[in-house]
T-cell receptor
Framework: EPEVTQTPSHQVTQMGQEVILRCVPI?????FYWYRQILGQKVEFLVS????????KSEIFDDQFSVERPDGSNFTLKIRSTKLEDSAMYFC?????????????FGEGSWLTVV | AQSVTQLDSQVPVFEEAPVELRCNYS??????LFWYVQYPNQGLQLLLK??????LVESINGFEAEFNKSQTSFHLRKPSVHISDTAEYFC???????????FGTGTRLKVLA
């Protein structure tokens, strides 16, 4: 069964450093997403991406964050200057479409620890 | 705005007993409702979903959920749980006009032998 894959599974970084989290969405999907889950809290939407541009973003997704689809297969999340509160599990997801009938499929997550 | 409430953070239950995990939502538009399961050290997997039509939806591993519009609920049930059902369960809501899912805080189901 096709799946969303994410790398790295776990990354430790120093505060202020840039981090790039990588994702390979399901190959025929057109919509891509990043969610995050701070330890012990709910899964939160960060951003959705379609047709090479951001289609929706949350208030969490500030200027420190950016997303990119550098080639036909990868979808990346960049955090420019990490803060302690960025420590979380980051989930990449993809879907064939939106709305009724278009299920979002999630990767296994990238656990980011900022020290 | 949409929101999801999962009142139970943890639910311990003995093997072969029935279980209900509660989910309530609020939304001003038509909703689509989902239950996702997260096994230890794994990602989020779709368990079942309600989009339209029959209010009772079932998964392949014996879970079911019923969409109740008047009570704004989408509770997850299983008549007899197994040790392998131990996981965290997340309820989520989406709706027309948005790309995003809103998740609840999750319910940790622990099945005891």
């Amino acid at each position: 069964e096709p799946e969303v894959t994410q790398t790295p599974s776990h990354q430790v970084t120093q505060m202020g450093q840039e981090v790039i989290l990588r994702c390979v969405p399901i190959s025929n999907h057109l919509y891509f997403y990043w969610y995050r889950q701070i330890l012990g809290q709910k899964v939160e939407f960060l951003v959705s991406f379609y047709n090479n541009e951001i289609s929706e973003k949350s208030e969490i997704f500030d200027d420190q964050f950016s997303v990119e689809r550098p080639d036909g297969s990868n979808f990346t999340l960049k955090i420019r200057s990490t803060k302690l509160e960025d420590s979380a599990m980051y989930f990449c997801a993809s879907s064939a479409g939106t709305g009724s009938g278009n299920t979002i499929y999630f990767g296994e997550g990238s656990w980011l620890t900022v020290v | 705005a949409q929101s999801v409430t999962q009142l139970d953070s943890q639910v311990p239950v003995f093997e072969e007993a029935p279980v209900e995990l509660r989910c309530n939502y609020s939304s001003s538009v038509s909703v689509y409702l989902f239950w996702y399961v997260q096994y230890p050290n794994q990602g989020l997997q779709l368990l079942l979903k309600y989009l339209s039509g029959s209010t009772l939806v079932e998964s392949i591993n014996g879970f079911e959920a019923e969409f109740n519009k008047s009570q704004t609920s989408f509770h997850l049930r299983k008549p007899s749980v197994h040790i392998s059902d131990t996981a965290e369960y997340f309820c989520a809501v989406s709706g027309s006009g948005t790309y995003k899912y809103i998740f609840g805080t999750g319910t940790r189901l622990k099945v005891l032998a």
